[in-house]
């Protein structure tokens, strides 16, 4: 096959595209975000789109959504021009978005998220009961026990992104974009969507998937797009490629997650948890009677399905989450009774799983996120030493390779990749000598990925203790000296690094006949 990918015709064949991009460009000032693609979405099947976090993907979408307009180029709807006004104008013409993160309103219900904005309405008023039925039918295809009233913030990640996926599903569009749809989903909730969206092709609607699980896209895509830098890079149909072909044309070279560090000697006890339970809202142990010890320079990482208490016990650890028995000692010293920011102070600190929600502060820039948690250290009394302020923000954007226009750019602007680097960066910045991290490559990209595990290993080469949580078993196989594996709230398995991903699987009650 040649280098170069094929330009998909000026002029789309009605017979198996529906909506197309030509010689579309966006630019942000001097950031050109999209350099003249072409992009072909075909009638009744799954158009994958490969990219590394900053390689375009989601401004794409945005484009073709109406979410943002392009600076140059045309979209053909049809076989005709088309131009969006806003996303509602696309939604009207049957295309509707998935967004990566999450756009829902925490202190709604599920219902009425769903609904808002077009809300079912009668001469009277607002038809909740038909908003309602609606709803219970849309969790019910989705396979989710999910009460229609329940306000959204009561629910955990995966669940908020079953919502969002309903949410799209319920405007019966023609054309729909998923960016990331799976990335806080479970393996079965992963099954459900993947039948979901078998289901609507069968129907003639279109779907483009956006993920960075590659194997995961290979199991339903029907074409395969990769961008680069702006720039298509290459197009095959689902016949030609393989886990080899995207990771070539994503990055250039085969990456890989790293290995364990070695070549340093691991020191005492860091971390030390005995007996730990954290209970749910209605009094049932999510975390039953958890011990474990993490040394310094060591890297450990726990395992395990949605709902076995990984990230229960990661926060309940920081502080976030109340433990009701057991005990948390930080080099020697109880810590369980104080603050979040005592923690912190003691050097005990959580990289959480939604950087969005927790992780940052959309209104700071980047510098400001990156000096969020340090800012006791460069303040006296009413007054902020700037000089202090801004060194540590230079340090940091140096050590955890932000790619950034400066301090001073809004954190919206960067990619997903480069925000999750921002918040480990603002962790690291504490200094603390153990660092927790909830699904640390959550929605970023195979590159990306490889940068943060590279900065754990560094960090444990200087003697920080690593604690980090994964559902995903080839993040277990890279920079972990030990594994845990943890079902229904409880130690299952412990492992060394060279244990095999199927022993984990069954160690976790997953299935291994795939």
């Known amino acids: 096959m040649s280098s170069e990918p094929p330009i998909p015709d000026a002029q789309p064949d009605l017979r198996e595209v529906v909506l197309a991009a030509r010689n579309v460009a966006k630019s942000y000032g001097n950031v050109h975000a999209l350099k003249g693609v072409n992009f072909d979405i075909h009638r009744g099947q799954v158009t994958t789109l490969f990219g590394e976090n900053g390689a375009g993907k989601s401004t794409l979408m945005k484009v073709l959504s109406g979410v943002i307009q392009p600076t140059s180029g045309e979209i053909i709807l049809d076989g005709q021009p088309v131009s969006f006004n806003n996303a509602a104008d696309a939604r009207d013409r049957g295309i509707s978005i998935i967004h990566q993160e999450l756009s829902l309103a925490p202190n709604m219900t599920v219902r009425d998220n769903i609904f808002m904005g077009r809300e079912i309405r009668t001469a ?9 039925r609606q709803t219970r039918k849309l969790m019910e295809d989705l396979e989710e026990d999910i009460d229609p009233l329940t306000p959204v913030e009561e629910l955990r990640l995966g669940q908020q992104q079953i919502v969002e996926i309903a949410r799209a599903l319920s405007v019966n569009s023609r054309i729909l974009i998923m960016d990331e749809p799976t990335s806080a989903l479970s393996a079965s909730e992963v099954e459900v969507l993947f039948k979901v969206i078998r289901d609507l092709t069968a129907k003639g609607v279109s779907i483009v998937y956006i993920s960075h699980h590659l194997e995961e896209a290979l199991t339903i895509t029907d074409h395969a797009v990769v961008l680069r830098d702006g720039n298509m890079t290459a197009y095959a149909p689902r016949a030609e490629i393989d886990l080899e072909w995207i ?26 948890i005995r007996n730990l339970s954290v209970p749910d809202a209605s009094g049932v142990d999510l975390v039953d009677g958890m011990s474990l010890d993490v040394r310094a ?5 726990i395992y395990g399905l949605m709902g076995a208490g990984r990230t229960e016990l990661l926060e309940a650890i920081a502080g976030r989450l109340k433990a009701t028995g057991g005990e948390i000692v930080l080099e020697g010293r109880e810590v369980s009774h104080l603050s979040i920011g005592e923690r912190i102070a003691r050097g005990l600190a959580l990289v959480p799983e939604d950087r969005q929600r927790d992780g940052l502060v959309q209104t700071m820039s980047v510098g400001q996120n990156l000096s969020l948690a340090s800012i006791r250290s460069f303040t006296r009394g009413l007054f902020t030493q700037t000089r202090a302020e801004r060194a540590l923000i ?6 955890v390779t932000v790619k950034t226009d400066g301090p001073d750019a809004p954190i919206g602007s960067l990619s997903g990749g480069n925000q999750q680097k921002v918040v480990i960066g603002k962790i690291l910045a504490t200094k603390p000598r153990v660092i927790m991290l909830d699904e640390p490559s959550r929605g970023i990209d195979i590159g990306a990925k490889a940068e943060v ?26 920079v972990a000296h030990r594994i845990i594996v943890m079902h229904k709230g409880h130690v299952s398995a412990e492992f060394d690094s060279t244990v095999t991903k ?9 299935s291994v006949a795939a």
């Open 297 to 301: 320079g060591e890297i450990v990482c």
């Open 247 to 272: 990771v070539r044309n994503m990055v250039g070279e085969n990456y890989d997650l790293g290995s364990p560090p070695e070549g340093h000697d691991m020191g005492e006890t860091a971390l030390s």
């Open 124 to 132: 009277t008023g607002v038809d909740f009961a038909e908003e309602e």
């Open 502 to 510: 199927e022993e984990i699987m069954a160690a976790s009650g997953e």
């Open 453 to 478: 595990f590279r900065l754990l290993a560094e960090g444990a080469k200087q003697g920080l203790a690593v604690l980090y949580s994964t559902s995903e078993v080839g993040e277990c196989l890279s």
């Open 394 to 399: 230079g340090d940091s954007i140096r050590e």
